[in-house]
């Protein structure tokens, strides 16, 4: 568990240009994209004017995931609801050298802990293409509940993806509080 300690998550907006860059390299990388709702390439001018519209945006939180000091990935809330404390998410390491190293589920329990004990939420969403087989058994394994399946449209393409919910009962009953 002492890796764990090594993760740790910044506001994008509280990083340097050159990271923010990164990201938007990353989100750009077609293993990332293709595994998203939102397929296109983002141009430079599109991720410039998201940044600057993020403070006015208090649905979303976007955080660069740092491991050693060493930004690697993302990690974000999106349709965030705080009368009802849920929230969906979504997260990827872009950088290729921390793949396959058993970050993911590390990056997934610590992210939880905050969102569910500091953050005080309720209920996590998640969404993922059925393609996506290697995030869908993470969450499985993590314990996430298939709620249901949509049918989506992606590049003129029908996409089948799956919805999970992971409570925050979820969490204390895995975590034994």
């Known amino acids: 568990m002492e890796d764990i300690k090594r993760i740790s998550f910044r506001n994008i907006l509280n990083t340097t ?43 979303i939180i976007f955080w660069v995931i740092f491991f050693n000091e060493i930004p ?14 849920s929230s969906g998410w979504g997260f990827y390491i872009g950088d290729k ?16 802990k905050q969102f569910f004990e500091e953050m005080d939420f309720s209920l996590l969403v998640t969404k993922v293409l ?3 087989k290697i995030a869908f058994t993470l969450y499985k394994k ?9 049918t989506i449209k992606v590049n003129n ?17 895995r975590n034994h509080e």
């Open 17 to 59: 240009q050159d990271i923010q860059e990164k990201v938007l390299e990353w989100r750009n990388l077609d293993s990332i994209k293709s595994m998203m709702l939102n397929q296109n390439s983002i141009s430079r001018e599109e991720h410039k004017n998201w940044l600057n519209k993020l403070p006015e945006n208090n649905r």
């Open 72 to 85: 690697i990935g993302t990690i974000n809330l999106q349709d965030i609801d705080l009368e009802n404390k």
């Open 97 to 112: 050298n921390y793949l396959g190293k058993g970050l993911s589920k590390l990056i997934m329990q610590k992210f939880l």
């Open 130 to 132: 059925e393609k996506n």
């Open 142 to 150: 993590i314990g996430f509940k298939a709620v249901g399946e949509e």
């Open 157 to 173: 393409d029908k996409i089948k993806m799956f919805v999970l919910n992971y409570t925050k009962n979820d969490w204390k009953l």
